[in-house]
């Protein structure tokens, strides 16, 4: 299973790639859950979707799967970062400290990986 969490501003200007994922999730390989930050009052990051997935996303965890993060340094990756915290706090049951420690040992596992830059 495959689950594809993608934002941006507009969905007009910034959304890369928007045929090809569309074509993934209509012949089912792909599960797409989409942030256009800018196109509603209040805005919604795909930080917000993680945690409203949270049961759905601790189970894909907990069999096994790889977490990548890409996108800007200064702010969205550590937002999505604390993101994964709260869901492992809030669904397990665990501390703060506990939950860093786990998405730590997925990092060595090579199961929670950051491709990130500065802009």
Known sequence: RSLLYFGC????????????LESYVSSGCLQLRTAFSREQPQKVYVQH???HDSPDLLTLIQDGAY???CGDAKSMAPDVHQAFVDVLQSTCGISDSKAKQELEEL??????QKDVWVT
Do not use: H
Not at 9 to 20: A, K, T, V
């Open 9 to 20: 501003r507009n969905r007009s200007q910034d959304y890369l790639y928007s045929d090809e």
């Open 107 to 112: 990092e060595q596992q090579g199961r929670y």
């Open 67 to 69: 977490l990548y993060v």
């Open 49 to 51: 979707l993680i945690r």
